[in-house]
């Protein structure tokens, strides 16, 4: 199910605390971006799930590691915006922040969570 703007708020991202993102897909021409997941568990089997992004506008990485080296996620933040250049639509203002201080931030219509991927 894609998830909007207008039903984000019934969206609970803390599950995904302390999984691995170690990279992620950007298709340009598309407008999708793909990050693949590995989620934390206790036992010996590791579950994947991704997070795919549609119709994004702006994606930023820094690799800056003020924190120190980490690939998991410490916190997920969403804010709603409207995109100044196109009112159309509304737009998230997606947040990942690492374990390393590092964020990956996107600007983008939807995203959807993708079990098993």
Same mark, same amino acid.
């Given at each position: $199910?894609?998830?909007?703007?207008?039903?984000?708020?019934?969206?609970?991202l803390?599950?995904?605390?302390?999984?691995?993102?170690?990279?992620?897909v950007? +298709?340009?021409?598309?407008?999708?971006?793909?990050?693949?997941?590995?989620?934390? @568990?206790?036992?010996h089997?590791?579950?994947k799930?991704? $997070?795919l992004?549609? =119709?994004v506008?702006?994606?930023?990485? =820094?690799?800056d590691?003020?924190? !120190?080296? !980490?690939i998991?996620?410490?916190?997920?933040?969403?804010a @709603?915006e409207?995109?100044?250049?196109? @009112?159309?639509?509304?737009?998230? =203002?997606?947040?990942i922040?690492? @374990?390393?201080g +590092?964020?990956?931030?996107?600007?983008?219509?939807?995203?959807e969570?993708? +079990? !098993?991927v």
């Open positions: $199910m894609k998830i909007t703007p207008s039903i984000q708020s019934s969206c609970d803390s599950i995904y605390h302390d999984s691995e993102v170690s990279q992620f950007v +298709d340009y021409s598309n407008h999708t971006v793909l990050i693949p997941l590995k989620l934390p @568990n206790a036992g089997v590791t579950e799930t991704s $997070m992004f549609h =119709n506008k702006s994606i930023c990485v =820094n690799i590691e003020k924190w !120190g080296p !980490g998991y996620i410490y916190e997920i933040t969403i @709603n409207i995109s100044e250049k196109n @009112n159309k639509g509304q737009f998230f =203002n997606f947040t922040l690492l @374990n390393s +590092d964020e990956i931030r996107l600007i983008c219509e939807s995203f969570i993708c +079990d !098993g």
